[in-house]
């Protein structure tokens, strides 16, 4: 059974800084490229950050770009370190896996496994 768990979130002032992790389970995560995702209140889930399985490559939306930085490591754990944080960022944050192809790392719909997600709320 794949289980994605996320932790990390809360709340910070408008400026702060949070580091989100995700623990992956039930799965070869070597094989999985791994990305995060954000719904607030009212919206869609978008895009975050993406990493492929060598670490070689790596994609963030414009929004976040230049702020947060996504890394994995060999031990199952997916991260995302957030600095600069605006209340524009407050959402649910959600850790997920696929095994398709990079090029369609942007689509929600291209994840085969998603976690639960985890608030993060900015206050200005």
């Known amino acids: 059974q794949v289980q994605l768990v996320e932790s990390g979130g809360g709340l910070v002032q408008d400026g702060g800084s949070l580091r989100l992790s995700c623990a992956a389970s039930?799965?070869?995560?070597?094989?999985?490229?791994m990305g995060w995702f954000r719904q607030a209140p009212g919206k869609q889930r978008e895009f975050v950050a993406a990493i492929d399985w060598s670490r070689s490559n790596s994609d963030y939306g414009a929004s976040v770009k230049g702020r947060f930085t996504i890394s994995r490591d060999n031990a199952k754990m997916v991260y995302l370190q957030m600095n600069s944080l605006k209340p524009e960022d407050t959402a649910v944050y959600y850790c997920?896996?696929?095994?398709?192809?990079?090029?369609?790392?942007?689509?929600?719909?291209?994840?085969?496994?998603w976690g639960q997600g985890t608030q993060v709320t900015v206050s200005s």
């Open positions: 039930g799965l070869t995560f070597r094989n999985y490229a």
């Open positions: 997920a896996a696929t095994l398709k192809s990079w090029g369609n790392r942007r689509y929600r719909s291209e994840y085969d496994y």
